[in-house]
Nanobody, 119 residues
Framework: QVQLVESGGGTVQAGGSLRLSCASPTLQFGVNAMGWYRQGAEKQRDLVATITSSGSTNYADSVKGRFTISRDNAKNTVYLQMNSLKPEDTAVYYC?????????????WGQGTQVTVSS
């Protein structure tokens, strides 16, 4: 069973910063794209940011300019630097790792880490 290890959540005041990390074990079919998603109370899980194995990034409009996603391929670890946090960023943040090939894809999810931003 693949387990992704997330860390870095917590409570911070508006305007503050947090850094999330998510480590993946070595996967049989490799680690392709990695990303972060979040789910607020009574809301669906939404994309926050993704990064491909070559380093191309994609962000939700609501976090552009404030959040930065990065990865360390040698460590199979993805990071999310969150600056200028707002109360509306409060959510459980989940990392996702994609594995597989051109003919199939496997998705693995972290257990989630709570981020709370107080006003």
């Amino acid at each position: 069973q693949v387990q992704l290890v997330e860390s870095g959540g917590g409570t911070v005041q508006a305007g503050g910063s947090l850094r999330l990390s998510c480590a993946s074990p070595t996967l049989q079919f490799g680690v392709n794209a990695m990303g972060w998603y979040r789910q607020g109370a009574e809301k669906q899980r939404d994309l926050v940011a993704t990064i491909t194995s070559s380093g191309s990034t994609n962000y939700a409009d609501s976090v552009k300019g404030r959040f930065t996603i990065s990865r360390d391929n040698a460590k199979n670890t993805v990071y999310l630097q969150m600056n200028s946090l707002k109360p509306e960023d409060t959510a459980v943040y989940y990392c996702k790792v994609e594995s597989g090939s051109s003919v199939f894809r496997l998705d693995y999810w972290g257990q989630g880490t709570q981020v709370t931003v107080s006003s």
